[in-house]
Every structure is written in structure tokens, then in C-alpha cells.
């Protein structure tokens, strides 16, 4: 796979002390692992800075590139411009990570070995052999019910529909409508992967270490996660 495209997208707000970091892991990950990686960082015009941590990356680093948004525009929107960019360029495989280090770059190919087989993979938190470190049980359980009901509702057997740690296969990305999934933050998790269910396509969950942020605010708000309810109730109309 050194010759594929691996297009990797990190939506970032307010994420400076953790952006160089990752950016670093990420890069030493692929070098070793022969992976001809692409990395678009898309900023949402951050407060402290981590726009302009983000164009100091590109200008060091050639496969970085950055797209910084006047506002503040969310999960969502960020991810269906990154993914048009990584179809338009012809990518083979399109990462999701988070900015805060909770997602391990060094998971990376373990997800393009699970890839050779599957159109989706999803780095679980709830399977075997996955933990999450320094979440509280009031965080943990809210997580927990939350995908234990949009997989009731929807029907849909993984066990982490909300995971922001996930790979996608490009050429089954482009069999779906994009502009369609208008929801943010862990609604527009839910979302992708019921329209890849919906289609039969193949989907898989490798395990994971999802470690809470060190530094920074978590962007978990009551308003994220009634939209994702009343998206699930949508979805299940449709079906």
C-alpha cells in the first residue's frame, strides 16, 4: 500500500499544545511504515492560536496542508470539506482524528491492515482489548447510552458508532451523498456509518486507547448531543 494516497483530516479549535504533538507522531508513524500520507489540518479560526501553529506545520512539513474557516462551523462541516479534498485528490484511504492526542497515531496502520478487507473501520473503545483512560463514570456512561441507543433505534451491531478514530475507503465514500449529512459533532459519526451500513458495505472495529485530552476544553456540549438524538429518530423514519 506505500503508493496509495492516505489522506488524513484533523479538525482542530483551540488545540496548540496538543496540534504539534500529534503532527509529529503522525509523520514519524508513516515514515516508518512506508505510508504516503497527506494531512489536512482545517481550523475553525481557534482563539489561541492554532491557525497559525497549523500554517508554521505546512511550511515545514510538505505533506502538510491547512484550510483555516473564518468560524467557528463544527465537526461536521469540516469533515465533508476534508473529504471532498481527499476524493478530489484522489486519495485511497481517508483518516478521521481528533487534535487533543486521545487518538494514538500509532494505530495507523493497523487500521490500513484491517482496511485490505473492509470499507469502514472504526477504532472502537467499548470491544475487547479496548480501554478509555480518565474519563469519569458520569462521562462514560453517557457515551455508553448514547450509542447503545442509536444502535438499538437504528438497528446497527457495532458497538462504537460515535468513535472520532476511524478510516474510510474512498472509492465507497464517493457512493455516498455527502451534502445529505448536515448533522455536527457525534450525529455526523452516527450518520456515516448508518449510510455505509444501509448500503451492505463491509465494516469493521479494531480496538483502541481513547486517553482524555490533556490540555484544552472538550467540545462535548448538551446541544451536540440532542442533535445526534433527534438525528437518530430522523434516520429511523427513512429506513
Known sequence: MPNELVYIIIPTYN???????L????????KKAR???KILIIDD???????????????KYASIYTY?????????????????????????????IDADLSHNPRSIPRFLRAMQENDLVLGSRYIP?????????????????????????LDIPFTDLTTGFRCIRASKLRT???????????GFQIELVHLFHQKNLR??????????RRSGKSKFSKQIAFEAFKKVIELRKNI
Open 15 to 21: 488545540e496548540k499544545e496538543s496540534l504539534p504533538l
Open 129 to 153: 482489548h479496548a480501554s478509555v483512560k480518565n474519563w469519569n463514570t458520569v462521562r462514560q456512561c453517557i457515551s455508553r447510552a448514547g450509542i447503545y441507543y442509536a444502535r438499538k433505534v
Open 68 to 96: 483555516n474557516r473564518k468560524s467557528k462551523k463544527g465537526l461536521g462541516s469540516a469533515y465533508r470539506f476534508g473529504f471532498s479534498k481527499a476524493l478530489q485528490e484522489n486519495a485511497a484511504f481517508i483518516f478521521e
Open 176 to 186: 455516498i451523498d455527502l451534502a445529505s449529512i448536515q448533522t455536527e459533532g457525534y
Open 35 to 37: 505510508i504516503n500520507e
Open 45 to 59: 479560526n481557534s482563539p489561541d492560536g492554532t491557525g497559525e501553529i497549523a500554517r508554521a506545520l505546512q511550511k
Open 203 to 212: 465494516i469493521a472495529e479494531i480496538p483502541i486507547t481513547f486517553i482524555e
Open 23 to 30: 503532527i509529529e507522531e503522525i509523520l514519524s508513524v508513516c
